[in-house]
């Protein structure tokens, strides 16, 4: 579910959370997060946030988060920017590949 504690819904347009034109539709950009699974089970490491909590403790380099934290958030910028993706710094969990394949097609793929 989404998560907007500090904004209005029509704000997350015109405030830049949410683009009109999204490199998911392109094909280019996931959001994703870490999963630790030394234990047998996996289990999600703690990134501050959940996904698509949208406010300032959702950016990438966000104040106020533990160590822990900021350093899974920089765990996972990193092993991204491993393989071409750059993060956007308002979502710890939104990564674009760079250059984008084919930036000026949107897909229109049914989802089953």
């Known amino acids: 579910a989404l998560q907007y504690p500090d904004l209005d819904k029509p704000r997350l347009l015109a405030d830049g959370y949410i683009a009109e034109r999204s490199g998911h539709s392109r094909g280019a950009t ?15 490491l703690d990134m501050g ?11 990438t380099q966000a104040s106020g988060l533990s160590d822990a934290q900021q350093a899974n958030r920089q765990q996972l910028v990193r092993a991204m920017a491993r393989r071409g993706f750059v993060n ?20 229109d793929v049914p989802v089953l």
């Open 30 to 44: 996931v959001d994703l997060g870490l999963l630790d699974c030394r234990s047998g089970a996996c289990t999600p």
């Open 49 to 59: 946030t959940d996904f698509d909590f949208f406010g300032p403790r959702a950016h």
């Open 88 to 107: 956007y710094p308002q979502e710890w969990w939104h990564y674009t590949l760079q250059p984008e394949p084919d930036p000026g097609t949107a897909y």
